[in-house]
């Protein structure tokens, strides 16, 4: 697949859009499945706890953070690769891991057959996924960005987001299939079968995968010697980026994962059924996906920044009525919360990969974006779960935990009002920089010389199309 195929093509961007979506919705599959899994039955099986009925669940969560803590390492492992060896080996190697890692979980033994080294094994597979999960965001994201025109930026890198939402709408799906047909033998051994279905998942997406070309602006360089390290010139040029990125994924990050995951165990514990739940969690992120691709579009016409900062809002403004509206216990209520409290994150995530691919230069772009990325995945995403769910434990009362979300929420507000439109802040930031973020048709624009016209198209941060 050429450059020029690529960027003209109507066909070959339906193609990378396709590919990107479908990829990423089978490998977020994988990496959703136990998130779920651990706030309604991982709990019992690998931490069983004498006491509190909260403690295990607390345990399980906790290995749900410990592969949040993993996603930054693998951010910059696959980020490297992807940097040096092209977008394609990164996903490559990012859907091998997960893919194994999740399959071994659904062979695990039970706490009660193999003792501390069920969970033990357990937290290493977790570790993994969260390695794969670290390299996966960016790599999808840059399939598309990387091979479209800037005035459709926003509009099409979305559907890659949606992809997550979509991935984890089939883990859902996929537990509530298998709490159906095995009945009482779901606790057991029902709840394997999704995890053992990711064998098949990962042959599908591997087989996606290597039918893909190479990007575009990542071809355009290909005459040029690769960064021998792309996390070091990515902190030497944008570290302002970094940051920035990191502030803007944490409130969707932190109040996503305690709508989608927290939720479950608050649920549970003020006695609404598994059932009613997952259904309500799949009917928000359907909801979603949807609306994931209209914000995307919105900002296309209006700006990142405008639409990121509604979604930061939003959530400041629901996150104490969504737990309200589950504490009623009335399934109409639930519903409710749960798809009103997915428009503001939508109109992130939605946002979020046209924004942060404007925030790079070509050479480190898959780095940076991981860096700022994953980091903050790591603290709001992996933590805010658990802590939640000890808030609730220790007090009985959701507000602490509405608190906590809206205060997630907040520091993303306070930072979006430093923080500029992406093409804005990438101009500044490659102005004079010895590498420039020029597509191979306009090299002249910023080049060895470190010139820099901001008004040029090609210095935006992903390259002008190519004519």
């Known amino acids: 697949m050429t450059s020029q195929s690529t960027k003209d ?18 490998e977020w599959y994988d990496f959703f499945l136990y998130t779920t899994a651990a706030a309604t039955v991982l709990g019992s099986v690998f931490f069983p706890s004498g006491g509190h009925p909260l403690l295990g669940t607390i345990a399980a969560l906790a290995g749900h953070a410990v592969g949040f803590a993993a996603r930054p390492v693998g951010g910059l492992v ?105 009945g009482d033998g779901f606790p057991s051994w029902g709840w394997r079968l999704p995890f ?16 893909l070309g190479e990007t575009a602006d990542f071809e355009g360089k290909s005459g040029d010697q690769p960064e021998r390290s792309p996390l070091r010139e990515v902190l030497r040029r944008h570290p302002r980026q970094v940051l920035y990125a990191m502030a803007l994924r944490f409130a969707d990050s932190g109040a996503s994962y305690i709508f989608m995951s927290f939720s479950l165990v608050y649920g549970a514990y003020v006695g609404i059924s598994s059932t009613v739940l997952l259904w309500a969690g799949i009917t928000g992120m359907l909801v979603d996906s949807v609306l994931m691709v209209v914000f995307g579009r919105l900002s296309d016409r209006v700006g990142r920044r405008p639409v990121y900062l509604g979604g930061t809002i939003g959530i400041i403004v629901w996150a104490g009525p969504f737990f309200l509206l589950l504490e009623s216990g009335q399934t109409a209520a639930v519903f409710l919360a749960f798809v009103v409290g997915h428009v503001p994150i939508a ?70 009002l430093f923080v500029k439109d992406g093409r804005e802040e990438v101009s500044e930031a490659d102005c004079g920089s010895p590498q420039g973020v020029a ?29």
């Open 9 to 26: 093509g109507a066909p070959s961007v339906r193609r990378l859009v396709t590919a990107s979506v479908v990829g990423n919705t089978l």
């Open 78 to 182: 696959f980020g490297h690769i992807g940097d040096r060896h092209g977008r394609k080996a990164a996903l490559l190697a990012t859907i091998s891991l997960m893919g194994g890692a999740t399959f071994c979980m659904g062979l695990l033994p039970s706490y009660g057959t193999a003792g501390i080294l069920s969970p033990l094994l357990l937290v290493v597979l977790r570790l993994l996924q969260g390695a794969a999960a670290g390299g996966e965001w960016g790599g999808g994201v840059l399939i598309i960005t990387e091979n479209i025109p800037a005035e459709r930026r926003g509009f099409l890198a979305s559907f890659s987001s949606s992809g997550m939402g979509l991935g984890f709408i089939l883990s859902s799906l996929a537990l509530l299939l298998a709490e159906q047909v095995t």
């Open 439 to 467: 597509s191979p048709a306009s090299s002249d624009a910023t080049g060895a010389s470190g010139a820099c016209d901001p008004s040029d198209s090609s210095a935006d941060g992903v390259s002008a199309p190519v004519s």
């Open 347 to 416: 109109a992130m995530i939605g946002v979020q990969p046209s924004y942060f691919a404007e925030l790079f230069s070509t050479g480190t772009r898959y780095s940076g974006m991981a860096l700022g990325h994953e980091l903050s995945s790591a603290v709001a995403g992996g933590l805010s779960p658990v802590v939640a769910t000890a808030l609730l434990a220790s007090t009985g009362h959701f507000l602490p935990v509405a608190f906590l979300t809206a205060g997630i929420a907040l520091v993303t507000t306070l930072a979006l």
């Open 196 to 211: 053992l279905a990711s064998g098949v998942i990962f042959l599908v997406g591997l087989y996606i995968r290597r039918h």
